[in-house]
Each structure stands twice: as structure tokens, then as C-alpha cells.
């Protein structure tokens, strides 16, 4: 394709927000099915929870030919934003490959999943709202994802990768790095020695924790309700800030 990936951001920039400054969306938190419903006409449809099988896992849904959205009542409220983004997602994706220059049904899979990837993030966490919700937050995740209730601790966490400050974010399940990026430079997925103590510190009291250590500073911080001990850490290194 004959873009470059600040060409896609751009795009997706612009149309989100333009949808959301006509849907009226000034303070988060985001009702994703709020805009898709009312300001997109999507179709929201309550259905029933997919079964589970042997192991407690939710069997995959037969494909359904509705274009709607469709969610079920035992989804959290994020689950359900989520949805609603990504119907949005959907939506929006002919007028976002239409200003690359992209002929509908010319695009293939991971074009689709690429774009969907930046829409629903910034559906839910609006890149001028996050901003703005520093000010008082600073980078405190937990504070973050208080102000965007709608979105998940940890999408709140990665949308801090797509801001001009440098950072690492790193996701750790059970003590096994499951996820660790850097925006302006690479990022391994062994840790620094900031963010292994920081992360022992935090998993041991599941409570929030800060290291300054051979040059970084990392911030570490618990996320509650989930099957395992899910730890997200920020990380910058001292030159950069």
C-alpha cells in the first residue's frame, strides 16, 4: 500500500475526532455505544453469552450476518465500549482507506486489523482528551483509567506509547513479561534492572511503586480483577526527561 503508517494515523486522527466533536463527546469517560448508535445509526443488539465448553472457555459464535453490534449482559461495561469501538471501527473504514487512496475491497485481513488497532484506542481514549487529563493526572495509569472508565487499564497504559513523551510500557502476567514497547526506541523484553525491582515491589504489596535505578525511572502499578497478578510498568530513561 502506498502509505506510510503516519499517513494512516493522521487519517484515523482526523475522522475520529471529527465524529466524536459531532457526537458532542467534550469529557471522557466515552460512550462508544452512545456514538456508535446515535451518531452512527449502528444497530446495537443485546444477545445471549456464548456457551462455555468443558474448561469455562466461551465457545466462538457462529458468524452472524448482522452488521451491528452485538453484546451480551454479562460483559463488563469495557467489554462493551469495546465493542461499540470496534463497530465504529468497522464503520469508519471506508472514508479512512478512501483518503489513502485505498479502492474498497482492495484492502486485505491485516489492513482491516491494522486500522481497527488505532480506531478503537482512540474511540475509547481520545488522543486531545488524554492530553488534556494529564495535566491533572500526570502519567498515574490507575488515575487515568479512572477518568477513562470506559476503557480497560490496559488500553489506557498503551495509549501513552502514542504521545510525543518517550516511554516504555511493559505488561507483566504471573512474572512473565507478556508485552514490553518503547516509542521511540527498542525495547526488549528482558527488563531493566528499574523495572525487575519495581516489579517485585508491586507484586509483592500490590500497590503502587516507583524505582530510580542505573539511569531509568519506572512506575509500577497492580491491575485489580483479573484471573492472575497482572503488573503494568511505565518507564523513562533519565536523558529523556
Known amino acids: 500500500m502506498?502509505?506510510?503508517q503516519e499517513e494512516l494515523v493522521e487519517a484515523v486522527e482526523r475522522l475520529v475526532n471529527g465524529l466524536l466533536e459531532r457526537a458532542g463527546v467534550a469529557a471522557p469517560p466515552v460512550d462508544a455505544l452512545h456514538v456508535?448508535?446515535?451518531h452512527l445509526?449502528?444497530?446495537v443488539?443485546?444477545?445471549e453469552p456464548a456457551e462455555e465448553d468443558e474448561h469455562g472457555r466461551r465457545r466462538p459464535r457462529p458468524r452472524q450476518q448482522s452488521q451491528g453490534i452485538q453484546i451480551t449482559d454479562d460483559m463488563t461495561d469495557e467489554q462493551k465500549n469495546k465493542a461499540a469501538?470496534?463497530?465504529i471501527a468497522r464503520s469508519l473504514l471506508p472514508e479512512i482507506l478512501k483518503k489513502l487512496g485505498v479502492p474498497l475491497g482492495a484492502e486485505d485481513r491485516s489492513l482491516?486489523?491494522?486500522?481497527a488497532s488505532l480506531v478503537v484506542p482512540r474511540v475509547l481514549i481520545p488522543t486531545r482528551l488524554l492530553r488534556a487529563a494529564l495535566r491533572d493526572c500526570k502519567y498515574d495509569v490507575p488515575a487515568l483509567k479512572a477518568v477513562f472508565a470506559t476503557a480497560?487499564?490496559?488500553a489506557v497504559a498503551l495509549r501513552l506509547l502514542d504521545l510525543d513523551e518517550p516511554c516504555v510500557i511493559a505488561i507483566v502476567d504471573d512474572g512473565v513479561v507478556a508485552l514490553r514497547r518503547g516509542n521511540r526506541f527498542a525495547a526488549p523484553r528482558a527488563l531493566e534492572a528499574a523495572e525487575r525491582a519495581c516489579l517485585a515491589k508491586v507484586a509483592e504489596l500490590e500497590l503502587p511503586h516507583r524505582v530510580r535505578l542505573d539511569g531509568w525511572t519506572t512506575n509500577g502499578w497492580h491491575v485489580p480483577d483479573?484471573?492472575?497478578q497482572r503488573i503494568i510498568l511505565r518507564s523513562v530513561r533519565d536523558d529523556d526527561v
Request: hydrophobic letters at 35%.
Open 152 to 154: 480497560t487499564t490496559e
Open 226 to 228: 483479573r484471573p492472575f
Open 2 to 4: 502506498d502509505f506510510s
Open 45 to 47: 443488539e443485546v444477545v
Open 36 to 38: 456508535a448508535e446515535e
Open 85 to 87: 469501538a470496534a463497530g
Open 112 to 115: 482491516r486489523t491494522h486500522v
Open 41 to 43: 445509526g449502528i444497530p
